[in-house]
């Protein structure tokens, strides 16, 4: 058995597939120092790539899912931030991020108002010039901008503390001092309940390159408005298909009915039964289909006096004489 398994390593040692290999072990076997050389010099090839791979790999991935989240609610029930953009100039170094808030405490749908919210700006590489400018536009929008960012920012942290008062919270009965102690223990655990973060940086996809000039807000404002008076007039063709869809289906429905009327002269007892049936089904969703239309119809209506409000708007910032509820905000790093 012991012979048998030598001949056939013999065998194997002289085939053609293993001469390189035995030649290769031979030489390594004769040139100790190149051996090591050659480990050696593979073993540091092999590190040097898994080290350049991570520093330049545009794929690595350093924040969650849940840091890079462009919708942020706060816990306290005071509405919602969401980032709509995030905008990089490297050349001029400035980051533009167009945000729109909710507010929902008040009875009407508006914005949070700016003087409600607090800011603050953290830096990986912090450098002393650079400064962040809140900028109220108009309704529910706000534009940050970051001004004097170094190539190489790395990421930026932004707190946004809500402090908009909660009616529902407010307590107006007499409370012993035990309720006070238990209330000053709840409010101290939920001290972060109006804290939201926001977090910019290079590794995200969303961060797109754009050459910025220095624009005034009020420019910023006419391409806010331009794009929403965009958006808006996008909704109106889109209500009038829905419109034009919706009075095709009910002549479909009202053709299938008229086809059932006259099928049911000539039915009764059960099948007399479904076809009633089926008439009722359809006129119930005819009768649904119209009130999708008047809803749409009234929708379109609230759309237009939108779009009329955003002219109003832009003419007014064109000429001078429109007043921003709130002043632009500077807020220096943290």
Sequence with gaps: MIDTIKNWIEKTKSSSIARPFV???????????????????????????????????PQRQTYSDEQLK????????????????????????VIVLPFETQDATPPVDRGI???????NLYAQNKTADTTMEIVPIVDNKISVIIRNVP??????????RNKTVVTSSIDVAVSSSSDEQEKTSKTTDNANDNLVPFYVTTQNSKLKEKHI????????????????????????????????????????????????????????????ESNQKDIATLESNIETKNRSIATATQNIEKVQVKIEALKKKEA?????????????????MK
């Design 113 to 119: 108002d700016t003087k409600r919210l607090k800011w």
């Design 151 to 160: 190539k190489n920012f790395g990421a930026y942290a932004i707190d946004i």
């Design 316 to 332: 007014a910032i064109k000429d001078g004489t429109f007043e921003f509820s709130n002043p632009i905000e500077t807020i220096k």
């Design 213 to 272: 000039k220095s624009v005034s807000r009020e420019e910023f404002a006419l391409s806010e408005i331009s794009e929403e008076r965009t958006f808006q007039e996008g909704q109106i063709k889109k209500l009038n298909k829905s419109i034009k869809q919706l009075k095709a289906s009910i002549e479909d429905d009202e053709s299938r009915k008229v086809g059932l009327n006259k099928e049911a002269e000539y039915l009764s007892g059960d099948d007399l």
């Design 23 to 57: 030649a290769i072990n031979k030489w390594f076997q004769e040139n100790v120092i190149k051996r090591k050389l050659v480990i050696f010099m593979t073993l540091f090839v092999a590190w040097l790539s898994l080290l350049l791979g991570a520093i330049y790999s």
């Design 70 to 93: 462009t919708k942020q609610i706060f816990e306290n029930g005071t509405g919602e931030i969401v980032l709509t953009r995030q905008m990089y100039s490297p050349k001029t170094g």
